[in-house]
């Protein structure tokens, strides 16, 4: 079990729980980005329908049961996959392991395949009909949802990868669509509405064995959308799993906390992610510094290191009282699209005020902790209010601005 989860404890505590029959309704996935927290809450959907029967095989990742078969290739009936998530850079990181795979024709192309289109489908389970349904975009989301899939059909695992010509031009084709299905209707939090459909599908009897419901990014979610969620963790379906994940477990409802068992991811060790950059994406590991996340931020549209000094200028202008032309910022930012641009300009504010001279004063400890919770909210007005990214920093300007002339009184 979890072959395919590095380095982290947690998976051995689950399997046995697995095991052991003692795996609560409700558990929590908490720890840092890319720990491989989805990649666990997959697996335990896969294992859970495993129905291969040879001893000491069940579960086990190379198992080719109809179950773990369909869990692959992530088209299982019995799972829902929510939650907001960047898909794109995963998708393109994919996309190259892929085509890279198929010229050289390396033993690991079929492995590559799959990667691939898992990578398509974590995006395309988000915009399952069980979810949008009464959906006013849904009729502009399934088009899209059945061109990409009509593209990966040209990828069946069972049939021989194509050759590369045509394989370069479904990627090509794919990734268009993707982008726009992400781009315009990937929400930054959670829809209540997503979550009373998700509710009504987990209480319908299962054909197919346990009925699995993971939630990304669990503390993204309003008010509202959270106690819907609660409702469904105080009286669940005896047929159905919830998982959820997190990077912030402070973040989340305690009251949901109190529903759920959690399982702690850790960070890895810098040359931990180096193996799992090569063994996932068999790419050079000094593209990425061998640090998984930074790895896939080279895929991203805009330059990690132009997205920081925006921000750096950002906080100048604060400290200089300049006039920033905020509309150009967010242009030259990509629109923060995808939306980890928007966590690394707003981790490079954090940076920003950082300098030695801004420790001189006495007061810069408690000057700081508003800075944070001026940008912790900034964030949260984008990720879980849905506010435009210009109109978040157009706030956090004056908030900080107004911070840092209360200190200078």
């Known amino acids: 079990m979890f072959e395919n989860l590095l380095y982290q404890n947690a998976s051995s505590l689950i399997a046995s729980d697995i095991k052991a029959g003692t795996l609560p309704s409700s558990i929590l996935l908490s720890g840092p980005r890319s720990s491989g927290k989805l990649t666990c809450a997959l697996e335990i959907a896969r294992i859970l329908s495993c129905t291969g029967d040879k001893t000491g095989q069940k579960g086990n990742w190379l198992c080719d049961c109809p179950g773990c078969r369909q869990q692959k290739e992530l088209s299982a009936q019995n799972i829902i996959l929510a939650g907001p998530r960047d898909c794109s850079l995963e998708i393109l990181a994919a996309g190259r392991t892929l085509l890279d795979a198929g010229v050289n024709n390396y033993k690991h192309l079929k492995a590559a395949l799959y990667l691939y289109i898992r990578a398509v489908k974590k995006l395309l389970l988000r915009f399952s009909p069980i979810l949008w349904e009464g959906d006013k975009d849904l009729s502009r989301v399934s088009p899209l949802v059945e061109e990409i899939n009509d593209y990966l059909e ?26 726009k299905l992400e781009k315009s209707y990937m929400y930054d939090s959670l829809p209540i509405d997503h979550v009373r459909r998700a509710s009504f599908w ?147 504010l954090i940076e920003a ?57």
Request: glycine letters at 4%; proline letters at 4%; aromatic letters at 6%.
């Open 154 to 179: 040209m990828l069946d695992p069972k049939k021989d990868v194509p050759e590369n010509t045509v394989l370069e031009d479904i990627t090509s084709k794919i990734l268009k669509a993707a982008s």
């Open 202 to 348: 987990a209480h319908l009897k299962s054909n197919e064995g346990k009925k699995v419901l993971i939630i990304e990014n669990a503390e993204r979610m309003n008010d509202s959308c959270r106690n819907a969620l609660l409702k469904i963790l105080e009286e669940p379906p005896s047929d159905t799993l919830f998982i959820l994940t997190t990077c912030r477990r402070g973040a989340v409802m305690p009251t949901i906390l109190s529903r759920v068992r959690t399982y702690n991811f850790v960070e890895r060790t810098k040359e931990q992610q180096e193996e799992v950059i090569e063994r996932v994406f068999h790419d050079n590991i000094e593209k990425g510094n061998g640090i998984v996340q930074n790895y896939l931020y080279t895929f991203l549209p805009v330059s990690p290191e132009l997205v920081r000094e925006h921000a750096f200028s950002f906080y100048k202008g604060i400290k200089e009282n300049h006039l920033l032309n905020l509309e150009n910022i967010v242009n030259e930012c990509g629109k923060f699209e995808p939306r980890s641009l928007f966590v690394i300009f707003l981790q490079a």
């Open 353 to 409: 005020q950082k300098t030695p001279e801004e420790r001189l004063s006495g007061e810069a400890a408690e000057i700081e902790a508003k800075n944070i919770k001026a940008v912790t909210e900034c964030y949260n007005s984008v990720t879980v209010y849905n506010l435009k990214p210009l109109s978040a920093l157009e706030t956090l300007y004056r908030e900080l601005a107004q911070i840092r002339k209360m200190n200078q009184r």
